[in-house]
């Protein structure tokens, strides 16, 4: 479940596009010391608010007051409200590649829009659309991510098939050369030169992990979870940090970085489907294929991986699009909202605030598609967007873990007993995090890249300060 629930392999191809064999290093760092501290603390709120359920808000709130719970949930809804952002612009890609073959997005445009642009409105009328549809509680669509869960795990399974046919082919030989230990050290990306560059890619890795969260109410559905989560926990964490790292090095049997990733038409948004075309292209010419057949498995690559991504992605925009903003109205403080934002429709919906959140969404959509940036620096900010924005929540979720201690509230699960070296880890675990979101920001501005630094902090400072403003604004209605 813990594989299941935290792997992606669109983590793989975007820590080799940033850091190539280089990345390995910084999953390995992240996922000792973020992913493995953080399940154990997620599973002990999840122990001690196993009937609450206004998830990581109730978590907050019992541990660090009504406040700053609204103010941290708020700041994790903006992770899933970006999400959706950088969701319904990269759709298009993948419908790409689904069918050509290959991303053309790059070449599109219609009438006085070019590509970002247009690829923008698309973006706009789905999201759209996706909040009429699933207003009116039509969203059956979202069992097909079932299916796309699947279809992706088989399609991991033939890239490490492929991987490994291909570098025995090849008698050993990877495509992308391994020069001793700087390899795994120095990064090919001319971006990722500076040591405050370098260390921004932590954040990466942090995103790679994220979601962990979800995991908090396992440990009740256990057999003696005191002994079962931990040691299913240390296996899961394993497997997880060594398929990141597996895949990462196999991505290097096919894919040269300065032949293929390093190339203008690459970007953060199509870069999983540039490195399935050159699997398949690869494999076939290590088994000595015909040129023609060669292309055509890089195309059938394309379009599977395609395939999978495009399923699970609609199903989780039909889901997304009211599960998270549910769950915080619902979970928060009824009084704290306007009666439209907590009225459920006929169907369960909260159409109102789903509404709003949609045309959030598509006034950041077109913000950003509009904003003269080329399609690599495009996808580069709504990445920066996600990543930052997924982060930043667990400064609040890490942060409160002292002070949730302190409560002794009764449960089951209880692993940090020493509070001294919690104390301890909590300030490692938390300097890590924040020192990756502040050099991710940092970094575009010492480049004078203004528009992507902008972005990149937009979502956890806007919702923290909307959120600030808006509980204050409501608690004083209340106390009158």
Not at 185 to 196: R, V, Y
Not at 275 to 288: A, D, P, R
Not at 386 to 399: E, H, R
Request: hydrophobic share 55%; with cysteine; net charge positive.
């Amino acid at each position: 479940m813990i594989i299941s629930t935290i792997y992606g392999f669109g983590n793989v191809s975007i820590a080799y596009d940033q850091m190539a064999y280089a990345g390995m290093f910084w999953y390995i760092l992240a996922g000792v010391c973020f992913f493995f501290p953080c399940c154990l603390m997620m599973a002990e709120y999840g122990s001690a608010f196993k009937d609450a359920k206004g998830g990581i808000y109730s978590w907050l709130a019992g541990s660090i007051g009504e406040r700053l719970a609204f103010i941290g949930t708020f700041i994790w809804l903006a992770s899933w409200v970006l999400w959706l952002v950088s969701s319904a612009s990269r759709l298009w890609i993948t419908l790409s590649a689904l069918l050509f073959g290959h991303d053309t997005t790059q070449q599109w445009h219609f009438w006085i829009f070019n590509s970002n642009q247009l690829i923008g409105i698309l973006a706009i009328l789905f999201v759209l659309l996706v909040t009429l549809l699933s207003s009116q509680g039509i969203n059956g669509i979202t069992k097909i991510s079932s299916f796309g869960g699947a279809f992706m795990i088989g399609m991991n399974a033939i890239f490490i098939i492929a991987s490994l046919v291909t570098i025995i082919a090849n008698k050993g030989v990877t495509a992308q050369p391994i020069h001793g230990i700087s390899s795994f050290i120095e990064s090919p990306n001319p971006a990722f030169k500076t040591p405050i560059a370098i260390i921004s890619f932590v954040v990466y890795a942090i995103f790679a992990y994220g979601g962990m969260e979800n995991l908090g109410g396992v440990t009740d559905s256990m057999k003696n979870p005191a002994k079962t989560f931990p040691r299913g926990l240390v296996i899961g964490s394993l497997l997880t940090i060594g398929s990141y790292v597996l895949m990462i090095l196999m991505t290097g049997f096919s894919v040269n970085y300065n032949h293929v990733i390093a190339k203008s038409s690459v970007n953060l948004g199509n870069v999983t489907y540039v490195v399935f075309n050159q699997l398949g292209y690869q494999l076939g010419v290590s088994l000595g294929l015909s040129h023609a057949t060669n292309i055509f498995l890089g195309v059938l690559f394309t379009r599977m991986i395609a395939l999978a991504g495009l399923m699970g992605m609609l199903g989780a925009m039909f889901l997304l699009v009211y599960s998270p903003i549910k769950s915080f109205i619902m979970g928060a403080n009824p009084e704290l909202w306007p009666k439209k934002i907590v009225t459920l429709n006929k169907h369960g919906m909260p159409a109102y605030a789903m509404w709003i959140q949609a045309i959030f969404v598509s006034c950041i959509i077109f913000l950003v598609a509009f904003g003269g940036s080329a399609a690599a620096s495009f996808y580069q900010i709504l990445t920066d967007m996600v990543n930052v924005s997924t982060c930043a929540p667990y400064i609040f979720l890490v942060g409160a873990f002292p002070f949730f201690q302190k409560k002794d509230i009764p449960h089951d699960f209880v692993v940090f007993k020493n509070h001294f070296w919690t104390n301890v880890l909590v300030i490692f675990v938390e300097i890590i995090i924040c020192l990756g979101i502040i050099f991710t920001c940092i970094q575009p501005i010492i480049e004078h890249d203004f528009q992507t630094a902008f972005w990149t902090a937009f979502g956890p400072v806007f919702f923290g300060i909307v959120a600030w403003i808006f509980y204050n604004h409501a608690s004083k209605k209340i106390t009158k």
